[in-house]
């Protein structure tokens, strides 16, 4: 497995990790675009991604203008080996080293995202839209994982 910082060449292996998820599915594929993450990895934030046999299996993105966590994901032939958890640290690494200001994120309750953020110390501080769970990490409380 390598961890490395996520390149624009990625962005279309990263489009099929993100379309095999199933869970947390997008309701049409077709509104994330590819200057979407384009706009994420170099204008608002950060990405990573994992790369098994030349292949991307997971990948997160950090948006630092609406301090939130845009993506994780790990496509479903590799969940359960700790990609997810690494990309995690990675990401929330970076962030704060950019700033203090508290991340958020949004993901669908009853999911295993859901079991896996509050395992990972993230707080849940209400809802996102809808039909998201919010949840919410601090720089103190990042330091404590």
Known sequence: MIFREAQM?????MQIVRHSVK????????LVTDK?????????G??????????IVGFSIADLKENNIWALFV???????????????LMLSWYFEQTNTTVWLGTAPGTR???F???????QVGKHGEKEIKFEMSVESFKKI
């Open 113 to 115: 995202a859901e079991k």
């Open 117 to 123: 953020y509050k395992h990972m110390g993230w707080i």
């Open 75 to 89: 496509h479903p032939d590799h969940e359960s080996k700790g990609i997810g958890k690494k990309l995690h640290n």
């Open 23 to 30: 869970e947390n599915m997008l309701s049409n594929p077709a």
């Open 46 to 55: 950060k990405g990573w991604v994992c790369e098994v046999d030349e292949y």
């Open 36 to 44: 979407d993450y384009e706009e994420f990895l170099t204008v608002r």
């Open 9 to 13: 060449s990625d962005i279309p292996q």
